[in-house]
Every structure is written in structure tokens, then in C-alpha cells.
């Protein structure tokens, strides 16, 4: 608690404001920057006449990884791209294993999802007053806000990376604090329901709430509820340095970058995953592992064309009458995404070794796709 206190006293209410509205400044222009050019080509109505086919794509933006992208049934990629250990020229493998950043939100998500399952949870609506009476503006916040990026709590990642930086090591109860702390401090940054902004925050929340409503650790409980009766025996809670025997090396401007304090992505993107994995994952989302009634919760409805919403641990993009459902993930050294078209049985599994930090190629694939391949 003392740290915890120390931590945000020391991130003046300035530098903290100055921080947070960075990041929602990043995420904004990212989402606007994909949903404004999906919106362009709506408009124009016209494809991209240089598109031949969605390898070339990859082929073209310079994608380093292993990519998995299906079309009624049939695979249009299936390989890797580029290295992923550039010393010992290893290749990338579908059974390679990857970090896949945010892309574990879906899997925190989902069990949350299981907990209304388990009756551990009466409602996503209810607020989170009802679990921590002490947490600040608790009653104002669902879990549904929580998983949609509605809950206007501010994002912990810059203040404990700063504490990282300076020696400190923070467990996910010193993060809890840390975050609690700045609500008090500085308040939430908009009232529960009136905006949306991408929040760590959030998920850390969403994971310890697993873990104290089923009284396992968060990490056996998604073990025991999603990877085991899938069959995902190659995803698991990543290390701080990774095992470059069955994991592909992270760069970032051509040099190694693959070392993270993964305490600090506690249930928001601490796990690794294979190509393998992640289609296993995909491909049940996209079946019947949520029932249609969970979907309809899950995933936000009625997104005009050209734009992207939020919904309980996934995102929803609109172009005409195609529907994407997804996911993306960035940590140090890497990208990840995964998603499905419904309309073209289609799945989207994207796991990169090269860290780009615009998003921008993740953006232009989404957008490819969807202007192109599954219109």
C-alpha cells in the first residue's frame, strides 16, 4: 500500500494527466485511422485494383511471422514469413510458440463469461461495488464496461512501467492498488457508460475478479475452463524471457527485443500461444463455444459500415454487409491478431515477431480483407 502510494504521488496529477491522454490519443487516432479508411472505401465503393491476393498483401506491408487466413473452408495462407530467430535462422512454425499481447483479453474475457456460466456472476451488469464495496466509483462501474472499454478507469501500463524503470516490482494486488489509487486521486476519466477508451485497466480488474470468485489463480483457471477441454496444450503464462527453443525471438528495428515484466500484463496480455493454439481458439469462438445468446452480449450489434465497436473482450468491424470479429495484441517485439468473418466461414490468425508499433499493418490487412477478399 505504501508503494502503491508512493508510485502515484509521485506521478504528479500533470504528468499522469499528460500520460493517459497520450494513450487515448493513440488508440483514438489507431481506431479512427482503420475505421476511416474502411469508411473511404465504402464510400468509393470501388476495390483496390493492385489486390491480388492476401499473401501478396502480406508479402508486400513486409509481415514477419506466421499467418493463418481461411475462406470457406479453404486456406488462402498457411505459412510463415521471414525468421523467427534471425541468429540461428530458425523458421517461423505453426507450432512455434508467440507472445500474443492483448489477444488475451479474449480468453480473460471468456471467463468471465464462464463465471455466469458457473452462477459466480448474476449478471454482466452487475456493478463492482457488489465484489470490492471499497473500490472507488464501484457503483457506477459494470463488468459489462469493464470488458467494453466503457468504464472510463484510467490505463496503470505507463505508471508501472515507469515503476519497472526505477526498480520497483509490482504483483497484480500492487497494480489493483496503484489503479484504485488513481481514481481516487484524479477521478475516472469519463462517467461509466457516456465514452470509450482503451484501458488495461480494465482486464487486470476482469482477472482478479476470476481468481477471487473461483478461488483458483487466474492462469489454471482459463488452464482448467478453456485450454484443456480445447486441446491448447502450447499456450501458456509467458516469462519474462522467453525459451528461444520453442518460441520465436521478438525484434523491433532489426534488433532482439523479446524481454518483458509480465507481472505488469496480468490477464491483459501475458500469455504465448502457436499459430496452432490460436486456430483451435478462433475456430471455437467462431462455432459454438459462446451460445448464441452469450453472442449476442459478446459482440457489439449494429455497427454502421466503415467503423469499429467495442463488445465484451472483442472487436466488431463493419464493411457493407461483412462482419469481422477480432482481436489485436502488441508487446515488446511483437503483434498478434485473431478474428473471423461469420459470412465466409473465414478465420484470421496473425502472430508476428516484428514489433510495429503504429499498428499499421495490422490495419492494412483488416482493411485489405475486408475491402477485397470478403466483400
Given at each position: 500500500?505504501?508503494?502503491?502510494?508512493?508510485?502515484?504521488?509521485?506521478?504528479?496529477?500533470?504528468?499522469m494527466?499528460?500520460?493517459?491522454?497520450?494513450?487515448?490519443?493513440?488508440?483514438?487516432l489507431?481506431?479512427?485511422?482503420l475505421a476511416?479508411?474502411?469508411?473511404?472505401?465504402?464510400?468509393?465503393?470501388?476495390?483496390?485494383?493492385?489486390?491480388?491476393?492476401?499473401?501478396?498483401?502480406?508479402?508486400?506491408?513486409?509481415?514477419?511471422?506466421?499467418?493463418?487466413?481461411?475462406?470457406?473452408?479453404n486456406?488462402?495462407?498457411?505459412q510463415?514469413f521471414g525468421?523467427?530467430?534471425?541468429?540461428?535462422?530458425?523458421?517461423?512454425?505453426?507450432?512455434?510458440?508467440?507472445?500474443?499481447?492483448?489477444?488475451?483479453?479474449?480468453?480473460?474475457?471468456?471467463?468471465?463469461?464462464?463465471?455466469?456460466?458457473?452462477?459466480?456472476?448474476?449478471?454482466?451488469?452487475?456493478?463492482?461495488?457488489?465484489f470490492?464495496?471499497?473500490?472507488?466509483?464501484?457503483?457506477?462501474?459494470?463488468?459489462?464496461?469493464?470488458?467494453?472499454?466503457?468504464?472510463?478507469?484510467?490505463?496503470?501500463?505507463f505508471?508501472?512501467e515507469?515503476a519497472?524503470?526505477?526498480?520497483?516490482?509490482?504483483d497484480?494486488?500492487?497494480?489493483y492498488?496503484?489503479?484504485?489509487?488513481?481514481?481516487?486521486?484524479?477521478?475516472?476519466?469519463?462517467?461509466p457508460g457516456?465514452?470509450?477508451?482503451?484501458?488495461?485497466?480494465?482486464?487486470?480488474?476482469?482477472a482478479?475478479?476470476?481468481q477471487?470468485?473461483?478461488?483458483?489463480?487466474?492462469?489454471?483457471?482459463?488452464?482448467?475452463?478453456?485450454f484443456?477441454?480445447?486441446?491448447?496444450?502450447?499456450?501458456?503464462?509467458?516469462?519474462?524471457s522467453i525459451?528461444?527453443?520453442?518460441?520465436?525471438e521478438?525484434?523491433?528495428?532489426?534488433?532482439?527485443?523479446?524481454?518483458?515484466?509480465?507481472?505488469?500484463?496480468?490477464?491483459?496480455?501475458?500469455?504465448?500461444?502457436?499459430?496452432?493454439?490460436m486456430?483451435?481458439?478462433?475456430?471455437a469462438?467462431?462455432?459454438?463455444?459462446?451460445?448464441?445468446?452469450?453472442?449476442?452480449e459478446?459482440?457489439?450489434?449494429?455497427v454502421?459500415?466503415g467503423?469499429?465497436?467495442?463488445?465484451?473482450?472483442?472487436f466488431?468491424?463493419?464493411?457493407?454487409?461483412?462482419?469481422?470479429?477480432?482481436?489485436?495484441?502488441d508487446?515488446?517485439?511483437?503483434?498478434?491478431?485473431?478474428?473471423?468473418?461469420p459470412?465466409y466461414?473465414?478465420?484470421?490468425?496473425?502472430?508476428?515477431?516484428?514489433?510495429?508499433?503504429?499498428g499499421?499493418?495490422?490495419?492494412?490487412?483488416?482493411?485489405?480483407l475486408?475491402?477485397n477478399?470478403?466483400?
Amino acid at each position: 500500500m505504501n508503494l502503491s502510494n508512493q508510485l502515484v504521488s509521485n506521478f504528479t496529477k500533470n504528468s499522469m494527466s499528460k500520460t493517459l491522454n497520450q494513450l487515448k490519443i493513440v488508440v483514438f487516432l489507431s481506431v479512427l485511422t482503420l475505421a476511416t479508411s474502411c469508411a473511404t472505401d465504402d464510400d468509393n465503393n470501388t476495390q483496390n485494383n493492385s489486390y491480388t491476393s492476401a499473401e501478396n498483401v502480406l508479402t508486400d506491408i513486409g509481415f514477419q511471422g506466421y499467418a493463418i487466413i481461411t475462406k470457406n473452408g479453404n486456406d488462402l495462407v498457411r505459412q510463415g514469413f521471414g525468421l523467427a530467430n534471425q541468429s540461428s535462422a530458425k523458421p517461423q512454425d505453426y507450432n512455434l510458440a508467440y507472445r500474443i499481447g492483448s489477444v488475451t483479453k479474449t480468453l480473460t474475457a471468456a471467463a468471465i463469461v464462464q463465471l455466469k456460466r458457473d452462477g459466480l456472476i448474476n449478471s454482466f451488469n452487475q456493478t463492482l461495488d457488489e465484489f470490492d464495496p471499497e473500490f472507488p466509483n464501484g457503483n457506477q462501474i459494470t463488468i459489462a464496461q469493464l470488458l467494453s472499454h466503457q468504464s472510463g478507469i484510467p490505463d496503470y501500463q505507463f505508471v508501472v512501467e515507469d515503476a519497472y524503470e526505477q526498480g520497483a516490482t509490482l504483483d497484480e494486488e500492487d497494480i489493483y492498488e496503484v489503479i484504485t489509487l488513481m481514481i481516487s486521486e484524479n477521478g475516472l476519466n469519463f462517467t461509466p457508460g457516456s465514452g470509450k477508451q482503451y484501458s488495461n485497466s480494465n482486464f487486470l480488474i476482469a482477472a482478479l475478479l476470476v481468481q477471487e470468485l473461483s478461488q483458483m489463480s487466474y492462469h489454471d483457471y482459463i488452464q482448467q475452463n478453456i485450454f484443456t477441454p480445447l486441446g491448447m496444450t502450447n499456450t501458456y503464462k509467458g516469462n519474462n524471457s522467453i525459451n528461444t527453443n520453442n518460441h520465436a525471438e521478438g525484434y523491433k528495428n532489426g534488433n532482439v527485443n523479446s524481454t518483458y515484466p509480465m507481472t505488469i500484463a496480468f490477464g491483459v496480455g501475458d500469455f504465448s500461444s502457436t499459430p496452432n493454439n490460436m486456430e483451435i481458439w478462433t475456430d471455437a469462438v467462431k462455432a459454438d463455444w459462446f451460445t448464441d445468446s452469450e453472442k449476442a452480449e459478446i459482440f457489439a450489434q449494429n455497427v454502421p459500415s466503415g467503423f469499429v465497436d467495442f463488445g465484451l473482450g472483442w472487436f466488431t468491424t463493419q464493411e457493407g454487409d461483412t462482419t469481422m470479429y477480432w482481436h489485436g495484441g502488441d508487446i515488446n517485439g511483437y503483434w498478434s491478431m485473431i478474428g473471423f468473418v461469420p459470412e465466409y466461414n473465414a478465420t484470421i490468425v496473425l502472430l508476428s515477431n516484428k514489433q510495429d508499433d503504429s499498428g499499421s499493418q495490422r490495419s492494412t490487412i483488416i482493411e485489405q480483407l475486408l475491402t477485397n477478399e470478403f466483400n
